[in-house]
């Protein structure tokens, strides 16, 4: 760090080098978080006193959860980075305010600032999905398995609109440079259904798919481009203007692509045919710069696709990966303002752990194992073996290095950068504590022995 402020001295580099190359070092140093945690019993008394938070831990035997039965899905509002939202299996939404933990340096217990409990005007069944609208954090849109769609204030905490799709939502997503208001949703129906926030209709679908649609994503570039997952193992492309929707399918067996007149696509031919993955395909996210589609899917394969041309990149990430449940398993794409220029790190929710990766190249960077793993059985769940610890949802914090992590066995975690000048630092604080104790131990043992030694000089008489 100290080579780059020296070449930012002499102008070699500018600013956005130094600032890229630092959270890129940041990133490759992130670990668990266990000292932050999320209760979600409710908002108890908020104090940075050791004493308070062991009592809270206390009351559940080291079993703090946010969702007693489960954590389906978490997201996190990309503007300031600081409210997440978790969606539990017990039909719960909970907002937390995550710029409490940042001014504790030691354990510190998280509490929701705000919930939606499971009622008649609310979700009857699990959540699926959640995420922020892309315009405002003060609304979020939420989905289920009881075949609702709801948008959200936060500050009231009560569903402004309600769409019923007539079949289980695992899935959804909304564009965040489009001009129009339309929320994919990816159904147990084989069509992608649209709902239009703007006019409240929801009868419009994109036809292709034979079997149920799993994972859906708008493009971030191209606002009309929309990709979709289904478990009859294709990925689709949808340009919501044609009347035949359909741009085609996603091939496994194609290294090469329709490079059409100029080699980027232009007035290709439609592929029809082939699947991208030999199994369902439960994962579609892209990168940031629109340019490289990741899918993932059943068969245990995570692969890259070229855009340009709709080619299989070839990337291996080996043995590791696993993947069987039936809900949407995103995989976290870093955004380009972390990284140097040229790469791209996946992180993957993997089961018991988070793995890192290369996105390109498959290179296993790191593989973060899941700290304090909850054995207990999972209240109201009859889920066991594999499924308890599974890893069901990860979320970036924007304008930060660091992300979030939802499990099965109802907990939040937290996975943030400790790097040699945080341990310096936190050493130095102990030393500093510790020299604090030893000075009041000393005052208190010098007292002791002025006490004793003027009831020692006391001259005694018996009678």
């Not at 068969?299 to 070229?306: N, S």
């Not at 999972?378 to 073996?385: K, M, P, V, W």
Request: overall charge negative; proline content about 3%.
């Amino acid at each position: 760090m100290d080579s780059q402020l020296f070449a930012r001295a002499l102008g070699t580099v500018g600013p956005e080098a130094i600032q890229r190359a630092e959270l890129s070092r940041r990133l490759y140093a992130i670990q668990p978080a266990p000292d932050i945690e999320f209760d979600g019993r409710g908002s108890h008394s908020m104090t940075n006193d050791g004493d308070q938070q062991n009592r809270s831990r206390g009351a559940m035997g080291d079993e703090i959860r946010a969702h007693r039965a489960g954590v389906n899905c978490i997201a996190i509002d990309r503007f300031e980075g600081r409210h997440l939202i978790s969606g539990g299996a017990e039909a719960s939404l909970k907002i937390w305010d995550l710029a409490k933990a940042e001014n504790n340096q030691r354990q510190f217990i998280n509490h929701p600032t705000a919930e939606v409990k499971k009622s008649s005007a609310s979700h009857q069944y699990g959540i699926t999905h959640v995420c922020f609208y892309p315009f405002d954090s003060q609304a979020f849109i939420s989905s289920s398995y009881d075949r609702m769609l709801k948008i959200y204030s936060t500050d009231i905490m009560t569903a402004s609109a309600t769409f019923d799709l007539d079949s289980v939502i695992y899935s959804h997503s909304i564009s965040s440079i489009a001009d129009h208001l339309l929320v994919a949703c990816a159904t147990q129906h084989s069509a992608v259904r649209l709902v239009d926030l703007r006019s409240g209709a929801s009868a419009h679908s994109l036809a292709g798919h034979q079997r149920a649609v799993l994972s859906v994503a708008w493009s971030p570039h191209e606002e009309y481009i929309l990709a979709s997952g289904s478990s009859d193992g294709t990925t689709r492309l949808w340009d919501i203007r044609r009347s035949a929707n359909s741009l085609g399918v996603l091939d496994l067996e194609d290294s090469l692509g329709i490079v059409g007149e100029d080699g980027l696509g232009k007035n290709a031919r439609e592929r029809s045919h082939g699947k991208a993955h030999t199994n369902a395909v439960n994962g579609v996210v892209w990168t940031d710069d629109g340019r490289y589609l990741v899918t993932a899917g059943h068969d245990e394969r995570v692969r890259v696709w070229d855009m340009s041309t709709g080619a299989n990149a070839l990337s291996h990430f080996g043995p590791v990966i696993k993947n069987t449940h039936l809900s949407t398993l995103l995989p976290l794409l870093v955004p380009s303002y972390a990284l140097a220029s040229g790469k791209q790190v996946m992180f993957y929710p993997n089961q018991k752990e988070v793995l890192m990766f290369d996105l390109f190249d498959g290179t296993l960077l790191k593989r973060l194992r899941l700290p304090r793993v909850v054995t207990a059985p999972i209240r109201g769940s009859t889920a066991q073996g594999n499924f308890r610890n599974r890893t069901t949802s990860l979320a970036w914090r924007a304008g930060d290095v660091g992300l979030y992590s939802a499990h099965a066995d109802g907990v939040i975690r937290a996975w943030l950068p400790i790097t040699p000048e945080d341990v310096e630092a936190d050493n130095n604080e102990d030393q500093e504590a510790d020299g604090d104790e030893d000075e009041t131990r000393k005052r208190k043992r010098d007292a002791l022995e002025d006490i004793f030694r003027d009831l020692t000089k006391q001259k005694i008489t018996f009678n």
